[in-house]
Every structure is written in structure tokens, then in C-alpha cells.
Nanobody, 127 residues
Framework: VQLQASGGGLVQAGGSLRLSCAAS????????MGWFRQAPGKEREFVAG????????NYADFVKGRFTISRDNAKSMVYLRMNSLKPEDTAVYSC?????????????????????WGQGTQVTVSS
């Protein structure tokens, strides 16, 4: 299984980026997908998650209204559109895949629920 994240970079505060994650080696449509981030000296934290069909998503409170997760099962891709970026959004962003086991979406906010991880892409927001 490979998850390849891309699309990170340096952007000014208020700007936008779209992250992409290409998945291979798994039945993509059978997995819930998530985006997590980790800033230097901080623990990895949940950003957004999406169901297998893409009909439902959940977000961390600090990105609600600014970030949008989406997926294209035909292309085995998951995306994270990030608008109104803030310096505190600076982090390495990683995509992850989890078996569609739990009904309660809470479990998909926990990194330990995800069995597959990509290598991450750096997002730096300057003030």
C-alpha cells in the first residue's frame, strides 16, 4: 500500500492550497480516508476525515469553514482544499487510510485507527 501526498508549499496568510493524496495497492473505495498534521514539537492531530463514498466528512474545529476534504474513488485520490490559511496551520500534512469498521466517526479522528500512512507534505504559512 502506498499513499503519496503532494501539493504542499509556502503560502502567505490568507492564501489557499490544495493537497492531494494518491493511493495505490488497496481497494480505495473500501477505506475511510483522513488528513492529519504535525507541527514541530507537537503531537499529530486530526484535520479532516471522509467516508468511503465521500457522502460525509468531519473536521477538526480549528479548520471548520476553511478546509474541505473530498475524494475521487475512480482515481483513488483524496484531496484537502485549504482556504484562509493561518500561520498556525504550518505543519507536515499526511493522508491516511482506515478500514471502514466503526460507525461512530469519532474513532476516525484518532491516528491509531488508521492502518496506512503517507509520507506527508510540508505546508508553511507565512504571516
Amino acid at each position: 500500500v502506498q499513499l503519496q501526498a503532494s501539493g504542499g508549499g509556502l503560502v502567505q496568510a490568507g492564501g489557499s492550497l490544495r493537497l492531494s493524496c494518491a493511493a495505490s495497492g488497496l481497494t480505495f473505495s473500501a477505506y475511510r480516508m483522513g488528513w492529519f498534521r504535525q507541527a514541530p514539537g507537537k503531537e499529530r492531530e486530526f484535520v479532516a476525515g471522509i467516508t468511503t463514498s465521500g457522502d460525509s466528512a468531519n473536521y477538526a474545529d480549528f479548520v471548520k469553514g476553511r478546509f474541505t476534504i473530498s475524494r475521487d474513488n475512480a482515481k483513488s485520490m483524496v484531496y484537502l482544499r485549504m482556504n484562509s490559511l493561518k500561520p498556525e496551520d504550518t505543519a507536515v500534512y499526511s493522508c491516511a487510510a482506515a478500514s471502514d469498521y466503526y460507525i461512530n466517526s469519532y474513532y476516525y479522528t484518532r491516528p491509531q485507527t488508521y492502518g496506512y500512512w503517507g509520507q506527508g507534505t510540508q505546508v508553511t504559512v507565512s504571516s
